[in-house]
C-alpha cells in the first residue's frame, strides 16, 4: 500500500489562527487528523472590528504551539508530512505574512514542497473535506468579506457570475448585530434573536432586486436598518429587527439564487447540477434550510461543509493544498502575501458608487 499524502495546512489571514494536518483513505476521500482552530474574538470585541496590528500580534504569540498541536493530535510525526500549504491571500498583510513565512520557513527545514493557497479557494473546496465533490459546480461563497456566485470549473478555474457591489453578506449581519447592541461578530447571535421576532414585522429594502443579474447589494439595507434601530425600544423589537432582517436577507439569496442557477447552466451545461454554499454564513441553518429546498425545486443536489467548517480553518487550506500536491502545484519560497486576490482574476472590479449594471 503506498503511502497517502499528508498534509500541513496554515491560516492567518484575519482573526483566526489555524492549523490542520489531513491526508486520504484507502479509498481516497480526505481525512481529517487534526483541526486547531484559536480564534481572536476576546482581543477585538472591545473594538467592533478586527484591528490589524493586534491581530497580527497574536499569529505571533500563538502559531508556534498551534502547529505543535496539530501535528500532536494528528498522530503522526513531523517527518511524515509531505507537504505546507499556507495561505498567501486576500486578507490583512501583517496577518498572511505571519502563518506564509511559518510554512516557508517549516517547509525549507523539512525540506518539503511548499504550497501557496487562496484562502477564498479554501472555502470553495471545504465540502470535499465531508463529501464526495467532483468538478465542476456553482459554488455561493458568503463570508465576512465576501459574497459571490461563481462557477468552479477546476482547481483554480474560477468564473465569477455575480458579487456584492457593496457590504459583504456577513458583514451585513455584524452590522446589523451592531447597531442591536450585539458584541461583533454578532452574525451567529442575529440568527438566534430571529427566532424570537416576527419577520413581518419591518419592510426592508432589496436592493437591485430585479436588475444586475446575481449581483447583491446589501448597504441600503444597513441604512434603512440603521434609521429602525433609532426607534427601537423593547427586545422584542430587537428581535423583530432581527427576523425582517435575515427574512430579507433570505428573500434575495432566494431569487439570486435563481438567477445563478440559470447562468451557470446556460454557460457550463452541467451534466449534474450541484450547488455549493461555503464560508462563515453558510453556518446560518435558516439560510441553509431555505438554499435546500430551492435545490430540491430547481433539481440540484445541495452541498456544504460540516458547521465546523464554515468559518475560517485551516483544514480547507490544507485541502486545497492536497489537490495541488497531487498535482505537484508546488510554489517558490518568495511567494508573496497577497492582501487582494480574487478567484476569478479576470472580472471586473464591481466596487463603490458609480458602478455600472
Ligand atoms: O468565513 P468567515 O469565518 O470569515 C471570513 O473569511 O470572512 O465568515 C465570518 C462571517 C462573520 O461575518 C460572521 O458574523 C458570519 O460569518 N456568520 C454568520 C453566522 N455564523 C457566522 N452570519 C449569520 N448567521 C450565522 N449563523
Ligand atoms: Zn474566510
Redesign the pocket.
Known sequence: MSKKPLILGIES??D?TAASIISENDQGNPIVLSNIVSSQVDIHKEFGGVVPELAARSHIEKIDWIVQKAIDDSGKKIDEIDAIASTAGPGLIVCLSVGLSFGKAFATSLNKPFIAVN?LEG?ALSPKLNSKLDYPYLLLL?????SQYLSVKNLSKYKRLGTTIDD????A??KT?KLLGIDF????Q??VFAKKGDPNKYKLPKPIFNKGGCNLSFAGLKTSILKISKQIKTDQEKFDLAASFQKTVIEILYKKTKVAFTEFEEQIKPKEKKFVVA???A???V?RNMLIKLCEEKNYKAIFPPIEL???NAAMIAMVGLEKFKLKQFDKLDYPAKPRWPLDEDAVFLKGAGVQL
Open positions: 489571514s484575519c483566526e484562502h472555502h458568503i463570508s465576512g468579506g465576501h459583504a453578506i456577513g458583514e449581519f455584524d448585530a461578530p454578532g452574525g451567529p442575529i440568527e464560508g462563515g454564513v453556518a446560518n441553518r439560510i464554515c468559518g475560517d
